[in-house]
């Protein structure tokens, strides 16, 4: 707001204060958390926000969307909105090996097809929470969580809380600003931040929290953002989504543009490295890894050249031009109580060793995965043994090795089962694997697994029809196959045990509701092997129709980018068993509503409309709202701008209703928004 565009009734001076001390304290932001180089004392830049917050409570209508107010939080939210990333957030394989470095750089030149050395950027791996931040014209306005890496939730509100993230970008040498900068970095909690925080908890009487990083996560969920602003939370940028105009030819030149932009990089990231010196500073790393200030639990390898990236592409989970070099994982030592094994949907059966509890690198442990027969018999794992558990990757535990000279004689040998454990069905091991599969399709883990699986939020996301209503109905034998729930009524329901006829008529509705679904959640919810729901988005896309995908041949799947011989060959093999056409053709038969994109949204009420939600809705939930949009064609969106074509708008509506308002954006109440989605609610 320009002091020239007084408000009626408001000083002019109140305005141009207003914009001093926003514009000083985002300066004073910039050099104490960027630079580190402040011009002024704590207690000056206290005294400054006080004042701002008292001018803007007594102005109110002078809100800014980027004020340093609001790194004190802001009002709680009912709940997180969700949003997609334009560009996929991907994870990344692991290394936990010199040879798996060796071999990756191998990997590269081979796809490339060359035999020129490749340069390479390392970096920290922090043990944090990864984020995405969205910027428009230099200011803030929309920052979201990582998520599956298709989409996240938004949560603006609590990154508008870190000092270290800029709300206003502040280019060095007077750069020009993009139009549209989308960054990528990792939330954490440093050492002491983490130390000071369980001091001050204990004090309270509150629990402590278990790492730095379970502690960075949780205050990021916050829905109250002032609870957030609470918490000593920092950043690192280390990469970049979509961003207009960009110039950078290498990935170190980007985070040289990141740093030009007012972002905070981590120093020590090293670039043109040949791969001898990224292994040699990843030693390095290991060494000073306990004397820095945070958490880090591994190194990441990126390719630096960004043309070589773009050559390299990605696969279905991860980009080939990056690798994570993880540290070795926290150990403790324990005791094997017992070895159960547990059925998947897929079939598969993976032993699980019960555990004495035991906290591994803050986390209490008591269940690890003993993957399959093959691993058991070459760790010579026993029932009773003292083993050394990790967690892998410093996330999933797992026994690394027994402790021979602990053993009593009282261990038992554990052999796999020659029968399924719970249909007691023969199982079998493919050639080219070593997990065993209890071959029944109808066995009932399987079942539940798959109609589990069938029924949750990304599938067909049928409220009520949880882990216990699923066993149940098996167990019932209400349900043989997920097509099946399309024939639950009432009566059937309401005999289940904790179930009444409310409830019962509750889960109908819902299964009916969930009838009108998009290609992708259908081809994600049959549960293909190997298929989530990035490539489930990537057939749709690429098919449009589900009687295109059904007679597609394998090379023709293979050829996809990012599928390969694996998932096409799961893809095939699945659509080729009777059994599964005949599964699906009576979902079809059901009634289902299954739109694409491309095709199917079109003709739908809301097509190519984009909504945001804001205020508390009387007769839905937010999530509930989302589901309907996106049924009828629209999408939804966690911010405001000119390519908002419809703010709903609840009771307590915010900031986002001002904005509306300000850029002439129609607002709708649930009444006008019930009207315009009739048949789709």
Not at 402 to 408: D, G, I, N, Q
Not at 528 to 542: P, S, T
Not at 589 to 616: C, H
Request: hydrophobic letters at 40%.
């Amino acid at each position: 707001m320009s002091a020239d565009s007084v408000k009626p009734g408001i000083d002019k001076a109140v305005i141009q204060k207003l914009e001093f001390l926003r514009k000083e304290l985002h300066r004073h932001n910039h050099r104490y958390y960027i630079l580190d180089d402040p011009e002024i004392s704590d207690s000056e830049y206290d005294r400054m926000m006080q004042e701002l917050l008292s001018l803007e409570a007594k102005y109110p209508e002078l809100y800014s969307q980027d004020s340093p107010a609001l790194r004190v939080g802001s009002p709680p939210l009912s709940q997180f909105e969700t949003i997609e990333h334009s560009i996929p957030m991907l994870s990344l394989d692991n290394a936990f090996n010199d040879s798996d470095i060796l071999d990756f750089d191998q990997r590269i030149k081979k796809y490339l097809k060359t035999d020129i050395e490749i340069l390479y950027t390392a970096e920290p791996k922090l043990d944090g929470l990864a984020v995405e931040l969205v910027y428009e014209q230099g200011r803030l306005v929309m920052a979201s969580t990582r998520g599956d890496g298709i989409t996240g939730e938004v949560i603006t509100n609590n990154i508008r809380t870190i000092g270290s993230v800029p709300l206003v970008l502040y280019p060095e040498n007077g750069k020009t600003i993009p139009s549209l900068v989308e960054v990528r970095g990792e939330v954490f909690i440093s050492l002491e931040g983490f130390r000071r925080m369980n001091e001050e908890r204990l004090s309270q009487d509150l629990p402590p929290f278990a790492n730095p990083r379970n502690a960075a996560a949780g205050s990021l969920r916050q829905l109250d953002s002032r609870v957030t602003a609470k918490r000593p939370l920092e950043i690192f940028l280390y990469g970049l989504g979509k961003v207009s105009n960009l110039e950078a030819k290498s990935h170190w030149e980007s985070l040289e543009f990141l740093k030009n932009l007012g972002f905070r990089i981590n120093p020590l990231a090293r670039p043109g490295l040949k791969i001898p010196g990224v292994i040699e500073y990843y030693k390095e790393l290991v060494n000073m890894r306990h004397c820095l200030p945070y958490d880090i639990d591994g190194m990441v390898i990126k390719v630096d050249s960004l043309e070589l990236q773009k050559q390299l592409g990605v696969k279905s989970r991860s980009p080939r031009w990056a690798i994570a070099y993880k540290f070795e994982a926290v150990q403790e030592t324990t005791r094997i109580i017992s070895i159960d094994v547990q059925v998947g949907r897929t079939g598969a059966l993976t032993p699980v060793a019960r555990l004495e509890p035991v906290n591994v690198g803050g986390a209490l442990i008591s269940n690890a995965t003993l993957h399959n027969a093959d691993e058991i018999r070459r760790k010579d794992i026993r029932e009773g043994d003292r083993v050394l558990v990790q967690r892998a990757g410093d996330v999933i535990p797992e026994v690394v090795k027994v402790m021979e000279s602990a053993r009593t004689g009282e261990e038992k040998v554990f052999e796999m089962p020659l029968k399924c454990p719970v249909c007691g069905s023969d199982v079998q091991k493919d050639a080219d694997e070593a997990v065993l599969r209890c071959i029944n399709i109808s066995c009932p883990a399987q079942i539940k697994g798959r109609i589990r699986h069938f029924a949750s939020k990304g599938a067909f996301d049928i409220e009520g029809l949880g882990n216990k209503l699923a066993d149940q109905l098996v167990d019932k034998g209400l349900v043989k196959s997920y097509a099946d729930i399309f024939s639950l009524d009432v009566p059937s329901l309401e005999a289940l045990e904790r179930m009444g006829k409310k409830s019962a008529q509750n889960i109908v509705n819902a299964v009916e509701k969930s009838k009108k679904i998009s290609l992708a959640r259908f081809i994600y919810a049959l549960g293909i092997r190997h298929v989530g729901e990035g490539i489930a988005k990537i057939l749709a896309k690429k098919f449009e129709k589900l009687e295109s995908l059904l007679s597609a041949e394998f090379e023709e799947i293979k050829d996809i980018e990012g599928m390969g011989p694996e998932i096409a060959g799961s893809i095939c093999s699945f659509f080729a068993r009777n059994e599964n056409r005949e599964t699906i053709e009576r979902l079809l038969k059901s009634g289902l509503d299954i739109y694409t994109e491309k095709t199917g949204e079109a003709s739908l009420p809301l097509a190519g409309k984009t909504f945001v939600l804001t205020g508390s809705l009387e007769n839905m939930t937010r999530e509930q709202a989302q589901k309907i949009i996106e049924d009828a064609g629209g999408k939804v969106s966690g911010s405001v701008s000119k390519k908002t074509d419809y703010v709903l708008a609840g009771a307590k509506a915010g900031s986002k209703l001002k904005k509306a308002r300000d850029l002439g954006i129609e607002v709708i109440d649930e009444q006008m928004f019930q009207t315009m989605t009739a048949g789709h609610s």
